[in-house]
């Protein structure tokens, strides 16, 4: 009988924890601050966009922590899919690892994240001393388990130049309501999501992800 092969092996394992915004942009804030390329600015087709602050506590390239923004559904060469316009990661290996694997434009920054009073953390990111954005969420107490990561995060599609790659994963992730109760963003690094109000945020416990090699 032959070896039976074990399917984690054809998979990149994430796991941490941290929180996502969900938003519904307008479509001038998209196409002119979001950082998008080009090819992509006439083709916004709607739906959610979302802030998601991850902190990996396990990768194939070690613990770092993540920054990224999802502008909303793009329709692009007869596929639909959210895109990730902005990534910001705190190790040199995420970058690389982002934009060879993935083709995500992801790029480092310094990272700090503290807890405060009342169950309020406080995440901020910085370049060179300079602020990029600083968040503030409370945790609820109601917590959730979905047992695939899906309902939480998007179909993703990035642009290998000019050919739409779809990002395909799966994973669970243990879910706590929040409330975000301060923001400051940096415009020219991060899009301006001051101006929007969030529809949902979330805390994320234990997530696991899983992405093909």
Request: proline share 5%.
């Amino acid at each position: 009988m032959g070896e039976r092969r074990n399917t984690s092996e054809k998979f990149n394992e994430f796991r941490g924890n941290g929180y996502v915004l969900f938003y519904r942009f307008d479509e001038e804030f998209i196409r002119l601050e979001t950082f998008l390329p080009e090819n992509l600015k006439n083709n916004y087709c709607r739906g959610l966009g979302a802030v998601l602050y991850l902190s990996y506590t396990k990768s194939p390239i070690g613990p770092y922590q993540e920054l990224l923004f999802i502008p909303g559904k793009f329709c692009y060469r007869g596929k639909k899919n959210h895109f990730i316009s902005k990534s910001y990661v705190s190790t040199d290996e995420a970058v690389e690892f982002g934009r060879k694997n993935w083709f995500i434009p992801k790029e480092k920054a310094d990272f700090s994240r503290v807890s405060l009073k009342n169950n309020i953390e406080n995440i901020s990111t910085h370049i060179g001393g300079e602020e990029v954005a600083s968040f503030e969420l409370k945790k609820g107490n109601f917590k959730f388990k979905i047992g695939t990561s899906k309902y939480l995060f998007f179909s993703l599609m990035q642009l290998k130049g000019e050919e739409p790659v779809k990002l395909n994963y799966s994973g669970s992730v243990t879910a706590n309501f929040a409330k975000l109760t301060s923001i400051r963003i940096r415009p020219a690094f991060f899009p301006n999501i001051a101006k929007f109000f969030p529809l949902a945020a979330f805390r994320l416990k234990n997530f696991t992800l899983r992405l093909p090699k």
